[in-house]
C-alpha cells in the first residue's frame, strides 16, 4: 500500500498507449475490445515461496553462468533496491533478466541479426532481494540492435527485468536502460512512453561509487512496485 491508499488509477500520461502507430507491432496487437479482468486464486498469491536455497551459485552472474569461460564484452554490474510504494523495502523477491550479447544479438532461434553469437553468453540470470530489498548481478552491457519496424529503426542498449511477489502469477515485467544512451530520442519502443520522467525512472544511472576498479562498471537501477514514484512496468493491471 501506499500509505493508506489501495488503488492507484493508471495515468495515461505517463503509461505508454496500447496502440502506438511509431512501434508498427501494435497496431496489430492492441486490444480492440475492453479487457477483462480476472482474478488470481489464492494459490496464486500464497506461493511458492523463493529462497536462496533455489538459486545457484553462478545465478546472478551472466558473464559466467552459461559456460564458466567468460562472456565478450564490457563488464558491468546492476544493483538497486526493490520497495513498495511507501519506500518500504521488499524482501525475498525473484529478479530475472535477460538481454542481448555486446554484439546485440539474442541467444533465440529467431533472432538473426549479423552479428555473431557469444558462445559463452546465454543472456539470462536471476537473483533475490535480500532482507533490506537490495539486489546485483553481473553482465556484459548489451549491444544496441536493428529491428524491423520502419526504416533504419534500433533498439538502444536495454536489459529485461522480470520481479516475482510471492507466487509465480505475481510478476511484473520492465526495461532498464543505460544513462546517456544516444539512441533514447530515436528508440520507437522507449519512445511509446509519454511522459519524459516517467521513461527517466527506466535509466539506470552511472555509479562509480559502486564500480569494481580495474574490472567492471556499475549502474544502480532502483524498482518501486507502486504508487506514484512506480517504476513504469509493460504488464502491470489498472489500479495494480
Given at each position: 500500500?501506499?500509505?493508506?491508499?489501495?488503488?492507484?488509477?493508471?495515468?495515461?500520461?505517463?503509461?505508454?498507449?496500447?496502440?502506438?502507430p511509431?512501434?508498427?507491432?501494435?497496431?496489430a496487437?492492441?486490444?480492440?475490445?475492453?479487457?477483462?479482468?480476472?482474478?488470481n486464486?489464492?494459490?496464486?498469491?500464497?506461493?511458492?515461496?523463493?529462497?536462496?536455497?533455489?538459486?545457484?551459485?553462478?545465478?546472478?552472474?551472466?558473464?559466467?553462468?552459461?559456460?564458466?569461460?567468460?562472456?565478450?564484452?564490457?563488464?558491468?554490474?546492476?544493483?538497486?533496491?526493490?520497495?513498495?510504494?511507501?519506500?518500504?523495502?521488499?524482501?525475498?523477491?525473484?529478479?530475472?533478466?535477460?538481454?542481448?550479447?555486446?554484439?546485440?544479438?539474442?541467444?533465440?532461434?529467431?533472432?538473426?541479426?549479423?552479428?555473431?553469437?557469444?558462445?559463452?553468453?546465454?543472456?539470462?540470470?536471476r537473483?533475490?532481494?535480500?532482507?533490506?530489498?537490495?539486489?546485483?548481478?553481473?553482465?556484459?552491457?548489451?549491444g544496441?540492435?536493428?529491428?524491423?519496424?520502419?526504416?533504419?529503426?534500433?533498439?538502444?542498449?536495454?536489459?529485461?527485468?522480470?520481479?516475482?511477489?510471492?507466487?509465480?502469477?505475481?510478476?511484473?515485467?520492465?526495461?532498464?536502460?543505460?544513462?546517456?544512451?544516444?539512441?533514447?530520442?530515436?528508440?520507437?519502443?522507449?519512445?511509446?512512453?509519454?511522459?519524459?520522467?516517467a521513461?527517466?525512472?527506466?535509466?539506470?544511472?552511472?555509479?562509480?561509487?559502486?564500480?569494481?576498479?580495474?574490472?567492471?562498471?556499475?549502474?544502480?537501477?532502483?524498482?518501486?512496485?507502486?504508487?506514484?514514484?512506480q517504476?513504469?512496468?509493460?504488464?502491470?493491471?489498472?489500479?495494480?
Amino acid at each position: 500500500m501506499d500509505g493508506v491508499r489501495e488503488y492507484h488509477q493508471r495515468d495515461r500520461r505517463r503509461h505508454p498507449p496500447a496502440l502506438t502507430p511509431d512501434y508498427k507491432t501494435t497496431v496489430a496487437r492492441s486490444p480492440r475490445l475492453p479487457l477483462l479482468s480476472v482474478e488470481n486464486s489464492l494459490s496464486e498469491i500464497t506461493g511458492p515461496a523463493f529462497s536462496h536455497a533455489a538459486l545457484g551459485p553462478l545465478d546472478h552472474d551472466l558473464i559466467h553462468n552459461y559456460t564458466g569461460e567468460g562472456a565478450v564484452g564490457e563488464r558491468t554490474v546492476v544493483h538497486g533496491r526493490v520497495t513498495d510504494g511507501s519506500g518500504r523495502p521488499v524482501p525475498n523477491a525473484l529478479l530475472e533478466v535477460w538481454q542481448a550479447n555486446a554484439g546485440g544479438r539474442y541467444r533465440h532461434v529467431k533472432d538473426g541479426y549479423l552479428a555473431p553469437l557469444d558462445p559463452n553468453f546465454g543472456g539470462c540470470g536471476r537473483c533475490l532481494t535480500d532482507a533490506d530489498g537490495f539486489y546485483f548481478f553481473r553482465t556484459v552491457k548489451p549491444g544496441a540492435y536493428p529491428f524491423r519496424n520502419y526504416s533504419n529503426s534500433w533498439r538502444m542498449a536495454h536489459i529485461h527485468v522480470s520481479i516475482f511477489g510471492a507466487g509465480l502469477a505475481q510478476r511484473l515485467i520492465t526495461q532498464m536502460y543505460f544513462e546517456g544512451d544516444p539512441l533514447r530520442a530515436q528508440d520507437p519502443i522507449a519512445q511509446t512512453v509519454p511522459d519524459a520522467a516517467a521513461l527517466d525512472r527506466l535509466v539506470a544511472p552511472l555509479d562509480l561509487d559502486a564500480s569494481v576498479p580495474l574490472g567492471a562498471l556499475a549502474y544502480r537501477f532502483d524498482i518501486v512496485l507502486r504508487g506514484r514514484r512506480q517504476t513504469l512496468f509493460e504488464n502491470k493491471l489498472e489500479g495494480a
